[in-house]
């Protein structure tokens, strides 16, 4: 039975877990993410479909699964495995998407690698989704298709399925014109997602971005721009713009572009947060402070989340304010997401230098000012970790949005706690009661830390409340409505509120 509404997306929407020899399929161990609320809307539609990729070492092997049948809490529903060999994916995946894309993206143009990228596996991965969601897909059914590596399946689909609605959402920055048209390949790109009938980014400044990309190189016609909504609009942010295209028109279509940041599942993080293990928890790690303050900055070892540039700043603090040694931690989890990449593991080599450095020189047997986590925290402990800091120091050079911020807002129904927030992070537009700071300058930073440990109590409640007003009224299931509802009446049948 054909699908009403395909979802295609790099990841598998479950656990595949082995047992007695076979493999079970199992819900995601943690229910706070994008899978979850993606699967959601199944339940809106008769028939639903998940396009994803799968580790193959021979495709042509006939008893590997291309497509399965989920029947789980969120109904029943059908997964096309795309299988690509490890070739395939280190020319897909690491290269061409984490080597060449990924640092254009994030305007890091001294980091972009062109001549390793395979363009022709990438467009042949490319066309394999596209080919998987036009053989899922009804007449008129919607396709939601997400992220950068997937940027030429919109325009493959639109050849061979012009029937069906296609909404494309990209999870990263979107840069200027003239960083992204350092890709040889962005006409070939910006024609793709112009074949959509929605593309959203998470911010207007990467929607403004967008279209000032393609104006470059096409002939694209703006037909409606809008004031940015007030929720979008935080004046202490580097990303923030006034006003917002919200439609195009290229080759007699017109193409609706939409703004709407990903947000947390707050109601999930609060149930956490108030359980007693996590009170346990919390009650441990402040006895093991002793009384010190608990900084705490979560994130990837990656170039573009600012890590050496905090350490630095924590050092700088130490040097400047001697008072504070012995009386406050800083917990740096920086987590590889990316093995076996030469990029990452220099930052991690330099992470862990510069923090037995700074531990070095100011460290005794009694106090150790930072702890660098280098492992995954599970999700609970870590809502703990949460509820114990006295600051959350979020500093990324540059981020799409940072969903570590608005967990932390989340996860405080005390209200307490302060976030200091890089300006150059998507959640900045939003979270206007952050404290702002600059990673590229040694003032900004540490300015803003010295200031957040020395707040008093009635200036941190003040902001937390406003922060946590923004991360409950934006969260996950506002952001995929939002999406949704770009397309207009009559596609989603059943539309429950966005706090449902």
Known sequence: MPSDLVIVYHRQPYEEVEVNGKIEYRENKSPNGIVPTLKSFFGRFDKGAWIAWKHAEDPAKP???RVIEIDDAYGKYTVSRLPL?????TSFYHVSSKEAFWPILHGFKERYNYDPVDWPTF???NWAFAEAAAAEAAPGAVVWIHDYNLWLVPGYLRTLRPDVKISFFHHTPFPSADIFNVLPWR???LESLLACDVVGFHIPRYVNNFVS???SLLEVETLKREKVKPELAAETSALSEQSVVTEIGYEDRTIRLQASPVGVDVSYIEEVAAREETARKVKAINSELGGAKLILSVGRTDYTKGGIEQLESFERLLEARPDLRGKVRLMHVSVAANSNMTAYEEIQQALEQLAGRINGRYGSFDWQPIALISRPVKFTDLVAYYRAADVAWITPLADGMNLVCKEFCAART???GVLVLS???GAAVELAAAVPTNPFSHKSMDGAIQFALDMSPEDRKGRMKANRQMVVKQDIRF????????FGSGVLPALASPAA
């Open 479 to 486: 952001w995929a409505e939002d999406q949704m509802q770009a």
């Open 123 to 125: 467009r042949e991965v």
């Open 85 to 89: 060999t490890p070739e395939q994916v």
């Open 414 to 416: 005390d209200g307490d």
């Open 63 to 65: 008893e590997f699964e």
């Open 187 to 189: 006409k070939e790109i």
């Open 423 to 425: 300006e150059f992070a």
């Open 213 to 215: 990309a393609a104006r």
